[in-house]
């Protein structure tokens, strides 16, 4: 918002040429200077009378305090001394920046936070007559309703849930600025910041939580091992073939890693006569050392 301009740019070049003008008619006295003061008066009076408004201004014109309507943009004309252009309202989507700070929650939490409103001017004649300074009212009343927003939520909501305090404050400038030709398009909580020391507490109880769910699945992976084992066991009971090649298989996979050892129980080879195969695999590996060439030549 910019307030009115007397001179522009087209209207003190347009001054300059005709007080040149004048001035050069009288030194040629070809007029009088009562007729040259004249003149240089009516050439003030019409630079005066025109007047420019950007692409995204518009003009609040005032006759004698009475408001006769908006001009722009462009170019336009207006009756100096009788005619005042207020202000030029900028019609643009502008931006406000808000801060509530050390503000209270719901739950006696102080925070800090900051935001931003996106808001334009659709009505121009309303913004100029209802209300003195819509650029600072839009300002406090943000302000103002985010704090109270604040204050009726919680920490945890205001943390977890940004897009539902943007609306409500959203909604509480629509309701505000609505009536001065004034819309909020948009609101976007930027930040918030709160104490250290519950930032710690906060984190180590996350912390624990991670731990514990990372418990409750290690439990539950074990409950679903031990049931697979069970389940497994059954086909076993009256199948000893079949526990007989698990065996073999098992002691088989052991003993074909390079460097290591196994032990087995007794009772395991005596009831699946697994020792004789054991030996001659054991056996079979040491004549593979002791004598590799006939080894690679046998194979």
């Known amino acids: 918002m910019k307030s009115e301009n007397f001179l522009n740019g087209v209207s003190f070049t347009l001054l300059i ?51 006769t309507g908006l001009k722009g943009p462009g170019f336009f004309l207006i009756i100096p001394i009788i005619d005042h252009i207020n202000k030029y309202i900028d ?28 808001w334009t ?22 302000q103002t309703g985010l704090r109270d927003i604040i204050g009726k939520h919680e920490l945890s909501d205001l943390l977890s849930d940004r897009e539902k305090i943007s609306s409500e ?11 001065w030709g004034i819309t909020c398009q948009n609101v976007g909580i930027r930040d918030i910041i709160i104490p250290k020391n519950l930032a710690d507490a906060m984190s180590k109880q996350a912390q624990a939580q991670r731990e514990r769910q990372a ?36 002691l088989f996979e052991g003993l074909k890693e390079k460097g290591s050892m196994v032990i087995v129980p007794s009772s395991a080879l005596d009831s699946m006569n697994l020792g004789a195969m054991g030996g001659l695999v054991s056996l079979a590996k040491c004549n593979e050392i002791q004598n590799p060439e006939q080894a690679k030549s046998g194979s």
């Not at 404050?169 to 009536?179: F, G, K, R, S, Y």
């Not at 439990?219 to 698990?246: C, D, M, W």
Request: charge should be negative.
């Open 169 to 179: 404050l959203q909604t509480i400038l629509d309701e505000h600025t609505n009536p």
């Open 121 to 142: 001017v659709w009505d121009v004649e309303k913004a100029a007559l209802e209300v003195q300074d819509y650029v600072k009212a839009v300002s406090y009343i943000a």
């Open 17 to 67: 040429c005709l007080i040149a003008l004048i001035g050069g008619l009288y030194y040629l006295e070809i007029i009088n200077i009562a007729v040259s003061i004249g003149a240089v008066i009516l050439s003030t009076y019409l630079a005066f009378s025109i007047q420019i408004a950007d692409q995204w201004e518009k003009a609040v014109v005032l006759r004698m305090g009475k408001f």
């Open 91 to 118: 019609q643009r989507v502008r931006v406000t920046d808000i801060k509530a700070e050390e503000t209270l929650t719901k739950d006696t939490v102080p925070v800090n936070v900051d935001a931003v409103v996106y």
């Open 215 to 250: 418990r409750v699945i290690l439990g539950t992976a074990e409950t679903e091992i031990a049931v697979k084992f069970a389940e497994a066991s059954q086909q076993y009971i009256n199948n000893p073939v079949a526990l007989h090649l698990r065996g073999m298989n098992m």
